[in-house]
């Protein structure tokens, strides 16, 4: 019997209704209208095809409503007794137009399709189709063959979810970012390293409170940008909800020499602090100080104290009478600092890189002297 085609088009996604009601899920159930019109093995092996047909148009794997599954796979999901008993069935089905097949592929594999219109009828389903009744290939109705009905509406869902998130995202990234200072909002890498941080904790389903974001930016400022990023992208990496500075700065200077030290100072011209700060320092470093591991700890301070100037500028350095220009970049700040210890006839020996902590009490006495002043 040849197939027959409608003049209107017909897509396989009409079809979702009926197969859906044909359906035996996950559980090897007869369908009763089956059940009754075709008997046991021909319900059982046709019910069996409907849910694969149905499995490829609900993961989008089919486009023509055509699908495959191997003689084994149905022997085993059925329990049909053997190759001769299968094709015996398909054969029913074939010959009342139900079902169709064809080899596809390299290596060939049979495919089947399914026409519903021709089942509807062999069961006594009235033809929804037809105008008068549902209409599923017009639009106005229950349109599945179309991006729309169902499906529009769990797109339309499913973009305004998006929507609100990234809604949520740019609002939680503008509040965290407008609690740090200023050229910390001018930096790329920080902005983008704490954009990164709000959308791992939006994804987590964990955005911060205001409480904790005033404590995270007060504990990361107490750093340089770079030791702020740095954990900042540790905790997108690991899936954290905190972040921890201090465990990236106490591994911040491991491997690394003098030289990689300064390079990520938050300071702008590099060259002349090494020239004006580094230089004369490790110069006048007592001689048992004068090895690679003990300049890297010796630039290491000095990162240290450029993140003390930074942050006690406004309230210590700019107040000081008359003599604040002395002391207004880090660069002069440290150079005066040298300078002072250079002229301590109590310090014996060469400097150490322990004088240069910026909590150390060598450091404490220079401030100390410059308030009296």
Not at 83 to 97: G, N, V
Not at 124 to 135: A, E, K
Not at 172 to 193: I, Q, V, Y
Not at 223 to 237: D, E, F, K, Q
Request: aromatic share 10%; glycine share 6%; hydrophobic share 35%.
């Amino acid at each position: 019997m040849n197939r027959t085609r409608s003049e209107k088009q017909h897509h396989p996604y009409d079809d979702s209704l009926m197969l859906q009601s044909l359906s035996n899920d996950a559980y090897l159930t007869v369908n009763k209208r089956l059940l009754q019109t075709f008997g046991p093995d021909a319900a059982i092996f046709l019910g069996n095809l409907i849910d694969k047909l149905r499995y490829f148009l609900t993961n989008r794997m089919t486009q023509d409503g055509w699908f495959y599954l191997t003689h084994e796979q149905q022997l085993g999901q059925t329990g049909i007794s053997g190759i001769k008993t299968l094709q015996r069935i398909k054969k029913i089905f074939k010959d009342a137009d139900i079902l169709h097949t064809e080899m596809r592929g390299q290596p060939a594999k049979e495919y089947y399709h399914i026409d519903v219109k021709a089942l509807s009828a062999s069961l006594g389903f009235p033809d929804l189709s037809q105008r008068g009744g549902l209409d599923l290939s017009q639009r106005g109705g229950l349109d599945l063959s179309q991006r729309g009905g169902l499906y529009k509406d769990k797109e339309n869902k499913e973009k305004e979810n998006k929507e609100k998130r990234s809604n949520v995202l740019t609002e939680l990234h503008r509040k965290f970012l407008e609690r740090f200072p200023d050229h910390w909002k001018n930096d790329r890498k920080f902005t983008d390293a704490l954009y990164l941080f709000c959308k791992s904790r939006v994804q987590l389903k964990k955005k911060p409170t205001d409480v904790a974001m005033d404590l995270t930016a007060q504990n990361l400022i107490k750093y340089r940008i770079g030791v702020a990023v740095s954990a900042l992208n540790s905790s997108v990496a690991n899936g954290w909800t905190g972040v921890f500075p201090e465990s990236v700065r106490q591994t911040d200077r491991q491997g690394l020499s003098s030289d990689d030290i300064i390079a990520g100072i938050d300071i702008a011209d590099k060259e002349t602090f090494t020239r004006r700060c580094f230089n004369p320092a490790f110069d006048a470093m007592d001689k048992a100080y004068k090895n690679q591991r003990d300049a890297a700890s010796f630039a290491h301070n000095l990162s240290l104290m450029v993140e003390w100037h930074l942050e006690n500028n406004d309230k210590f350095i700019n107040n000081l009478p008359d003599k604040g220009q002395l002391y207004r970049t880090p660069t002069l700040f440290i150079e005066r600092y040298i300078e002072w210890l250079s002229h301590e006839d109590w310090i014996k020996g060469g400097l150490s890189p322990g004088m240069f902590k910026p909590d150390g009490k060598m450091f404490g006495r220079f401030c100390d002297g410059i308030s009296n002043e």
